[in-house]
């Protein structure tokens, strides 16, 4: 049984000096999602199939000791990886099939697929690094739920604006947690020891990988709507109710947090509502067939920036 000890302001054997407490779980859901999109991406190469399915115009297949699951010539595709066709016909974001052929599964399907080898290994990568460490301090509910629902919300802005590309990949369900953990930060901020240092690191590596997005042929997109959505998500799941529970315990008697709490559940139902309205409004002009730019003529610098080196003609307008 836990107890109070009002002078060490501890619970039971735990210490509560300031530092986030050290609760673990284990994790099997994100090595989960790492499988399922090994195989996904190895069904995708089988399908492939280049040795038979390679017409030769872009060069010879890379990688042919692999047979049937070998590479697209270099030129087609730099990432190592399938060809454009087989993506889409396994779940890539395409805006005509979404709205002209009612393919709306394609906002789920498509975070499953990746373009390359090197596509999938940077992805998975920054998932287990991110996503384990989230996964063991809140658990695979939590987690699960922000990683799926800002893969979709990802998508759904992406497909918004981008209707001459075909667009897969895990970036805005990673870009999610990145929102997630930004938002635990602030919604924990007492917890934390250092926290102008680690606010200042996640902030930085959040400004790095939308900088690279940047440059042309990167849906930029899908990152800002799953950081969007993972952010407003990490203040309605990432609060740790355990802390409240130990905050109060070392309070002196008859002296409670209800008011600072209330205001919280207020807070969390605006970001709620934000969330449910947002989604809403963006697939209702989605399945409509609305364009995102023309009711944002400067979007475009969001995904490509053109400068003297590039060109962004051929980004979608």
Known sequence: MFRRDPESCSVGTRNITGDKENIQRNSWLVPSFLLVNLFVFIVAMGINNCPKNNLGFQGDCVATFLRRFSFQPFRENPLLGPSSSTLTKMGALKWDNIVHKHEGWRLVTSI?????????????????????????????????????????????????????????????????????????????????SNKAVALLTLLSFIIFNLAISIFPHVDNFVHIGGFVVGFLLGFILLRRPQDVWIEQQCLPCGIHLGSKYNVYQHVLFVFLILLIVGLSIALVMLFKGENGYDHCHWCHYLTCVPTSIWSCNDSDS
Request: one cysteine or more; aromatic letters at 16%; glycine letters at 14%.
């Open 112 to 192: 499953w697929l990746h373009a390359g080898i090197i596509h999938f290994l940077f992805n998975m990568c920054s998932l287990v690094f991110i996503g384990i460490r989230l996964e063991q301090q809140f658990g695979f509910l939590r987690i699960g739920m922000i990683y799926l629902l800002s893969g979709f919300g990802g998508s759904v802005l992406s497909s918004l604006f981008l209707r001459n590309s075909v667009s897969v990949g895990a970036s805005g369900a990673l870009f999610g947690l990145y929102g997630g953990m930004l938002s635990e930060l602030v919604t924990n901020w007492t917890i934390y």
